[in-house]
């Protein structure tokens, strides 16, 4: 398997799965900032010009949440993914989703409204209304933090990456302050060996 890969990107997300499941892989760096993934050779990989990619013998999986599915049921004994049509599975697969496409816009929002703050450059939106945004998913993440140590509950699971990783964004943005159970399950999550590498 080769993952292509850019540190400080969504491409970390599949490469710290990968530690977790501590199975060989080769990992091909794209250097986004002199166009490494606008080269024709790059492109027959991935036609969107984007990290991360995987390739498994002559299929190509884009997209770091699902190319983190594919890769923990092909590896289902190591345990990091429920099992298929359990109620367990179902659970995981929303939380899959959650972050991917409720709580990842909202934080591309914050770093958006971050960077323009930073550049003295207008947003469309407010402070308070992205404060607005993301405390609503603050709240519901908090409540479930509060109870359970992990998004599926007390043991670590691949649903744990890409909203581990979503979160992580959001703490370097300042977003979590008034979430302690939720920063706490930051800390966690970024504790852990194959996080670290992941960052690397
Ligand atoms: N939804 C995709 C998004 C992939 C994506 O946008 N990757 C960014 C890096 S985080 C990228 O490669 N951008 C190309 C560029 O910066 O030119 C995923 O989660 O894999």
């Known amino acids: 398997m080769k993952l292509y890969y850019s540190p400080f990107t969504r491409s970390t997300r599949p490469r710290w799965l990968l530690e977790e499941l501590g199975v060989p892989y080769e990992l091909v760096k794209v250097d986004l900032t002199a166009g490494g993934n606008e080269t024709p050779e790059y492109l027959a990989v991935n036609p969107l010009g984007a990290v991360p ?13 699902a190319i983190v599915m594919v890769l923990a049921d092909k590896f289902a004994e190591k345990a990091l993914a429920p099992a298929l049509n359990t109620p367990e599975r179902a659970k995981y697969t929303q939380w899959m989703f959650f972050a991917m496409s409720t ?17 003295g450059k207008p947003f469309h939106k407010s402070e308070a209304e992205v ?15 509060a109870q359970h140590q992990y998004a599926m509950g007390a ?17 370097s943005l300042k977003r979590l302050e008034g979430f302690p ?16 590498v992941s960052r690397k």
């Open 103 to 119: 709580l990842e816009p909202v934080v591309v929002e914050c770093a958006g409204f971050s960077l323009a703050q930073a550049d």
């Open 181 to 196: 159970h939720t920063l706490a399950y930051v800390a966690r999550l970024t504790e852990r060996p194959a996080f670290k």
């Open 155 to 171: 043991s670590f699971s691949a649903a744990d990456i890409p909203l581990g990783a979503i979160l992580a964004w959001a703490r």
């Open 53 to 65: 990619s995987l390739v498994d013998g002559d299929q190509v999986i884009l997209e770091s949440a």
């Open 131 to 145: 404060k607005e945004s993301f405390d609503r998913l603050g709240s519901y993440l908090e409540a479930h933090f």
